[in-house]
Structure formats: structure tokens, C-alpha cells
């Protein structure tokens, strides 16, 4: 437990210094919350046809919680051309492409603004 006393005085913690010059306080005490994390095991995803001309299908299924879920479809320079809520855990997003320039673009499935999953697509 740590004991503050009047001007910064504190008690029963280790003060120790990073490389850095940051000052971190260890008190002792670790606080866990049990929270089911995603990782790219939860998460399947296809694209096809890949590559694609006209229209790509997305499909996704996500094992696990889905709520704030979407689908993110980036450039090769990181720039977002499109954004999708996926509101299940299973299902397709279908994209027009005919109007992306020829290039590699990869979409991305998030889950609480956490990448989980990337697939790499072509557009010709």
C-alpha cells in the first residue's frame, strides 16, 4: 500500500529511473481484469478474386466478440480508401474497384480500433 504524506512524501513504493529520465513508481501491486483479446487466430478472411478487376468479396468470420468490428481497406502508402462496419460475426462486404488505381491494397478486420487480421489484395 502506498502512503502519501503532504508535499510528494511517499511510502512503501520503489522509485526507479528508465533510461530515458522517466521516473516510474512501483508500488507493489498488480491489478488484473480478465478481458478475451482477439488475436489473428480469431479472425478468418478471404478476398476474391484476388487479384481483382471490377469487384472484390470480402469474407470474414470472427470468433469471438464482434461488437465495435469494421473493415478497413488501405493503400500502400496507409491512406484509408474505404471503411466498413461489420455488424456479425460472419459475413461479406463486397467492394467496387473499378475506380481504385492499379496497386497492392490490404484490408484490414479491427475490433475495438485493434488491428486483428490483414489480407493483401491486388487490383489490376
Do not use: W
Amino acid at each position: 500500500m502506498i502512503q502519501q504524506y503532504g508535499n510528494g512524501a511517499i511510502e512503501g513504493a520503489e522509485i526507479h529511473g528508465d533510461a530515458n529520465g522517466n521516473n516510474i513508481i512501483d508500488n507493489g501491486e498488480t491489478n488484473l481484469t480478465s478481458v478475451d483479446e482477439l488475436d489473428a487466430n480469431s479472425v478468418q478472411l478471404t478476398a476474391y478474386p484476388n487479384p481483382a478487376t471490377d469487384n472484390l468479396t470480402i469474407s470474414y468470420v470472427i470468433d469471438g466478440n464482434a461488437n465495435n468490428a469494421r473493415m478497413d481497406v488501405y493503400d500502400v502508402l496507409g491512406q484509408k480508401v474505404t471503411s466498413h462496419a461489420l455488424n456479425s460475426n460472419k459475413g461479406q462486404v463486397n467492394l467496387k474497384v473499378d475506380n481504385l488505381n492499379a496497386g497492392v491494397y490490404f484490408c484490414s478486420i479491427k475490433v475495438d480500433n485493434k488491428a486483428i487480421r490483414t489480407e493483401r489484395v491486388i487490383v489490376k
